[in-house]
């Protein structure tokens, strides 16, 4: 009996060392999901409106949008009119989840722009923020970066891809010109680095389409992916205007995935250049 009665003992104790193991593990899902809602707060309030009017200039139409995935990816966007011939547009993606995401994104937007206030170029934008970002980088985090500085009065785009998506541009007659240059790796993963950047002279009427790879990448539940053909033929759909050709993708995407989880951020900035 005294040794029956011990074995019990044995099992309310190791029970007990269960549901305390239990319960920390239940603190800290909790606290994991603090975490990630406090990274997505911080990615949504850096984010500008999607649909600006830019008191009232009706040259050109900006839209953007973006869908945070359930877990933070730390895609992000941004735009400014930097004087009145000078537009400049950003998306990117941090690599990474949760708050370090967040606050990466934060600290790339912020130097982005503070940078495009007295620099129009692209490339000097890109090799400045680069060497800033990488100096102090011990979590070898990076993000990639689509930077592009648009012309009003002359329609010329001059922009630097670091590590990003080929941007698109639709003409006004359809057909899609792919911006496929690439001109330096991925942002913040090394010092010293000197960016490129490409010169495109555009018209009225033709469309900047920038995105991130969650559109892309975006699979069904026969793990197919949406594709860059999949999104070059929603691109080529005539469309009324900016608004219309971001949410009719997303629309798009939607349907492809047909109640498939979305586990990636879903990102796309569109202008438009009017006559």
């Known amino acids: 009996m005294a040794e029956q009665s011990k074995r019990y003992d044995q099992i309310d104790e190791l029970l007990a060392q269960k549901e305390q193991e239990i319960a920390i593990l239940k603190e800290e899902k909790v606290r994991m999901e603090k975490e990630l809602n406090l990274a997505k707060d911080i990615q949504l309030n850096m984010i500008p409106i999607s649909h600006p009017n830019f008191s009232g200039r009706t040259d050109f139409e900006l839209y953007a949008k973006l869908i945070s995935a359930r877990e933070v990816g730390g895609d992000f966007y941004d735009y400014y009119l930097l004087d009145d011939d000078h537009l400049g547009i950003v998306i990117g993606d941090v690599s990474g989840k949760g708050v370090a ?17 007295t620099d129009f170029s692209p490339a000097s934008i890109i090799s400045h923020v680069n060497q800033e970002m990488a100096v102090n980088n011990p979590n070898y985090m990076f993000t990639t970066v689509f930077f592009g500085m648009l012309n009003l009065t002359t329609r010329e785009l001059v922009y630097t891809n670091a590590g990003h998506n080929p941007t698109y541009i639709r003409k006004k007659d359809g057909t899609l010109l792919k911006l496929g240059t690439l001109h330096g790796p991925v942002v913040a993963a090394m010092e010293d680095l000197v960016y490129g950047e490409t010169k495109v ?17 975006a699979h069904n539940s026969a793990s197919e992916l949406f594709s860059e053909l999949r999104l070059c033929q929603s691109l080529e759909k005539p469309f009324k205007n900016v ?16 109640g498939a989880e979305q586990f990636d951020d879903i990102t796309a900035l569109c202008v438009e250049l009017k006559g």
Do not use: N, P
Not at 105 to 111: D, G, I, S, T
Not at 202 to 211: M, S
């Open 101 to 117: 995401a967040g606050f990466m994104m934060a600290v790339c937007k912020a130097l982005l722009k503070s940078r495009a206030t």
């Open 201 to 217: 002279q555009l018209d009225h009427g033709d469309v900047i389409f920038a995105y991130t790879d969650g559109i892309t990448e």
């Open 243 to 258: 608004k219309e050709t971001v949410e009719q993708i997303f629309m798009d995407i939607l349907l492809f995935e047909r």
